[in-house]
């Protein structure tokens, strides 16, 4: 007869091995890691976004009179404005820079001529650097040719001057829009003879100006 302890000695290497082959036959559970997406996240409750700032529009003013026979309106493209005059006009621009006051400005100057070669409106539009006023803009400028008066045109505040600057009698409305400076000026007397519009006519394109946008 075989003893038991030798029966157990026996049997414990195979009990070893079967213990072995269990614990190989376990797999560790690894936690499982999500990696957020590059991207912008989606707003959720309590998330404020942040709105863009839009520069505010200068409103479209219409004209407040109507025009009389043959007349008609020349838009000028890069300021907006709208300008009455007599039909046939061509429009010729330049432009300029110059320094004064302290400041650089630059300036374009649209002229629009008759069929005779008579020039009949002249319209200004500068930049103002120094944010000055109307009065201060003329004075340092252009100059004041003589006592400004208070008027609106387009729904403006503007300074009318009878003289130009050479001492003539044409008159000139000054006003700020948008930060530029603008300056029209009627061809009523060149070089002391009758210009092609009258002062009155002149009153005539100041109540039709208007503002496309």
């Known amino acids: ?4 302890t030798f029966l157990l000695l026996l049997a414990l290497p195979v ?4 213990g072995l082959l269990v614990a190989c036959g376990e797999t560790e559970e690894v936690p499982t890691t999500t990696l957020a997406t590059s991207g912008p ?10 709105q863009p700032t839009a520069t505010p529009a200068q409103p ?5 009179a109507a025009l009389p026979s043959g007349w008609t309106r020349y838009p000028d493209a890069p300021s907006g404005i709208s300008i009455p005059g007599p039909a046939g006009l061509t429009p010729r621009v330049e432009t300029a820079r110059y320094e004064k006051g302290g400041a ?5 100057t649209t002229t629009f001529w008759s069929v005779d070669g008579r020039p009949v409106l002249s319209l200004v539009v500068a930049t103002n650097p120094l944010r000055l006023t109307v009065s ?3 004075d340092t400028y252009p100059g004041t040719p003589s006592a400004a008066t208070t008027v609106t045109v387009a729904g403006i505040a503007a300074l ?17 829009r948008g930060g530029k400076m603008f300056g029209l000026r009627g061809g009523v007397s060149l070089n002391g003879n009758p ?9 005539v394109v100041l109540q039709g100006l208007g503002f496309a946008q």
């Open 41 to 50: 996240a989606t707003p959720g409750v309590g998330t404020q976004m942040a």
């Open 160 to 176: 009318l001057f009878e003289e130009d600057g050479a001492g003539g009698a044409n008159p000139t409305v000054y006003f700020d």
């Open 60 to 64: 479209t003013v219409a004209p407040t």
């Open 15 to 18: 009990l070893l091995l079967a």
């Open 136 to 138: 201060e803009w003329v």
């Open 195 to 203: 210009g092609v519009i009258t002062r009155a006519d002149f009153d």
């Open 104 to 108: 650089v400005v630059d300036d374009r």
């Open 1 to 4: 007869m075989i003893p038991r």
